[in-house]
C-alpha cells in the first residue's frame, strides 16, 4: 500500500520561498520543505493505541468470613464454648466457603468477560480506522491527481522533477487551491481518528465500570454471606447451651427433689429403722404412738 498522502497545515495558502509545490506520496507538499501535518496510516494507527493504558480498578476488600465475637461483657462461661463450638463446626464453616469461593470463580469469570469485550472493542476500532483511513488515502490520492490535471489544463507550468516528483511554478490562486485540498484531507484524517479515540474512551469506560460494578457485587454477597453465617453460629451455639441448660436444670431438679424426700421420709437415707404405730411398751396398735426413734 502507498503511503498515505500529507500535507502540512503551516502552509496552507502561501508558497514555500522557492515559489513551488511537488506533488509525491506524501501529498502536495512545498518544494524543498518536509510533509510534517500527517503520517502514514499505521503510524497514526500505532501513535493512537500506543497511549491506550487499561486503567487500573481498585478491588474492593472481601469479607474473609470470620466470625465475631460479643464484647467481653457480653458472653461468659459455658456460652462462649458453645459460641466457639459452632464457629468451628465445619459442615457452617465449609458451607459459607464453598459459597464465597463459587462467587469469586464467577466474579473471576465475568472480569475476564469484561476484559474480552473490551480487547475486542480495540480490535474493532483499530480494524475500523485502518479501514477508513486507507479509504481515503485513496480517495485524497485520486483527488490530488485530478486535481494536478485542472492545474495542468489551465496553464500552470508543471516539471517533472524525477522519481515520480511533479512540481509547478507559481501563487496565487493555483497555491491556495493547493492548500486548501491538502487542509480538506487532513481534517477528513482528524475526523476519523478523532471518532476511533472517543470510541476508545468509551470502551475504557465500559471496562472500569463493569469491573467496579462486578467487584462491588462479590464485596455485598461477602458482607451477606458474613451475616448469615453470625446468624447461624449463634443459632447453633442456643440450640447446644439451651440443651446443657435443660439438662443442668434437671439434674438440679432431681437432686431437690432428693433432699425433699429425704427432708420429708428420713428412713429413705437407710440410717432410720422399721417405724410402727404398735406401742411396745402396751403391745397394741395407738395412733398416738410412732415408731423410730420418736415417740408421739
Do not use: C
Not at 476484559?115 to 483527488?143: F, I
Not at 515520480?164 to 493547493?178: P, R
Not at 396398735?285 to 410412732?290: G, I, R, S, T
Amino acid at each position: 500500500m502507498e503511503p498515505q498522502p500529507t500535507y502540512n497545515p503551516g502552509t496552507v495558502g502561501s508558497l514555500s520561498p522557492q515559489g513551488q509545490w511537488t506533488l509525491t506520496n506524501d501529498g502536495w507538499t512545498p518544494s524543498g520543505g518536509t510533509s510534517g501535518g500527517q503520517s502514514s496510516v499505521m503510524d497514526m494507527i500505532n501513535n493512537l493505541l500506543g497511549n491506550v493504558n487499561a486503567t487500573p480498578v481498585e478491588t474492593p476488600t472481601i469479607p474473609k468470613l470470620d466470625f465475631q465475637f460479643p464484647s467481653g461483657a457480653d458472653i461468659q462461661g459455658k456460652w462462649k464454648e458453645f459460641l466457639d463450638m459452632a464457629s468451628k463446626a465445619p459442615d457452617i464453616v465449609n458451607y459459607y466457603k464453598n459459597l464465597l469461593d463459587q462467587a469469586k470463580g464467577d466474579t473471576e469469570l465475568a472480569k475476564s468477560f469484561i476484559e474480552r469485550d473490551y480487547s475486542m472493542g480495540l480490535r474493532q476500532t483499530k480494524d475500523t480506522l485502518q479501514a477508513s483511513l486507507e479509504k481515503l488515502g485513496v480517495t485524497s490520492t485520486q483527488e490530488q491527481q485530478a486535481q494536478q490535471g485542472n492545474l495542468n489544463q489551465r496553464g500552470i507550468a508543471l516539471t517533472d522533477q524525477g522519481g515520480g516528483k511533479v512540481a509547478y511554478a507559481g501563487g496565487g490562486q493555483a497555491g491556495q487551491e493547493v492548500g486548501q485540498l491538502g487542509s480538506l484531507q487532513k481534517l477528513r484524517q482528524e475526523a476519523e481518528v478523532r471518532s476511533a479515540s472517543q470510541g476508545i474512551e468509551k470502551s475504557g469506560l465500559a471496562r472500569e465500570k463493569g469491573l467496579t460494578n462486578v467487584g462491588q457485587g462479590l464485596q455485598q454477597y461477602g458482607l451477606q454471606l458474613q451475616g448469615q453465617k453470625q446468624y447461624d453460629v449463634y443459632n447453633r451455639a442456643n440450640q447446644g447451651f439451651n440443651v446443657y441448660q435443660q439438662g443442668q436444670n434437671a439434674d438440679l431438679m432431681k437432686a431437690q427433689q432428693k433432699q425433699s424426700d429425704a427432708t420429708n421420709n428420713p428412713s429413705s437415707s437407710g440410717s432410720s429403722q422399721p417405724r410402727s404405730h404398735i406401742n411396745p411398751a402396751t403391745g397394741v396398735w395407738d395412733d398416738n404412738y410412732f415408731s423410730g426413734g420418736v415417740g408421739a
